[in-house]
């Protein structure tokens, strides 16, 4: 079993690594409602050892969000098990589209038309929706967008489109390159996130705040969200990266 292990190992390094995560700062793109990270040091070489402390928003930067984090009595960080953060990876490319209409919302006509070119979402997928979005990251204006009224425009899933995805095609996950799930759009008619909470009813978590989805084939690479085990938590910083085919 060790030698299949290695050399199952050796596979993986002979392939393409691309990491999905941004670096963060105190003035990187937050959400509105959280403050700015704070990050000071609290030793120097010259006391001997570098140490920092930080303080910032469970969703801050790439972040991987539990169910916890909008449904209750479901399940925290922690309690997702290893082989859920790990998933075949499929990217649905709307990046054209999304430069076109930044208030762009992917459908389920928007899924099958993908599908008609790369062939049936498989059972267990992790699906990220490539808008290009990150691209204006680490610009704040650019990212939200707003509007003369003070409105984001950023683009996002459609309700129906995820449903689609979780129930018709049993995917496990799924990823974006924007702060929310919903498109702006979405959110101001609504006056709710229902797109993040549908998918974090599902007992699942996403990923926020991907990038370099550019950089991946429309299927066949796998996706690993690495991140630490905080108590109670409702979302963390994650280190997302994936292997190619």
Known sequence: MSSELLKAF?????????????????????????????????????????????????QYGTHIDAPIHFVRDTRYLEELELKELVLPLVVIDQS?????????????????????????????????????????????KAFNNKDTDG???????????????????????IGHETFDTDSSVDYLKNGALHGEYYVLEQDTYQIELLTNLDKLPA??????????????????????????P
Not at 15 to 43: M, Y
Not at 162 to 173: D, G, I, P, T, Y
Not at 220 to 242: H, L, Q, Y
């Open 151 to 173: 409105n984001n425009h950023a683009p996002g899933w459609g309700l129906e489109a995820l449903k689609f995805l979780f129930q018709e095609r049993k995917v496990k996950a």
């Open 96 to 140: 054209k589209e999304a430069a076109e209409d930044n208030d762009f919302t992917l459908s389920v006509d928007d899924i099958l038309t993908f599908e008609k070119a790369h062939g049936k979402i498989e059972e267990g997928s992790f699906v990220a929706l490539r808008t290009d979005w990150s691209k204006r990251w680490p610009d704040e």
């Open 10 to 58: 050796n596979t993986l390094k002979e392939k393409q690594w691309v990491d999905l995560t941004h670096i963060f700062g105190a003035n990187s793109p937050h959400f509105s409602a959280f403050k700015a990270a704070e990050i000071d040091t609290l030793f120097n070489h010259n006391d001997g050892f570098f140490a920092q402390s930080f303080q910032f928003a469970g």
């Open 219 to 244: 299927k066949g690479a796998i996706i690993f969200n690495i991140v630490p085990k905080p108590e109670k938590a409702s979302g963390f910083p994650v280190r997302s990266f994936a292997i190619l």
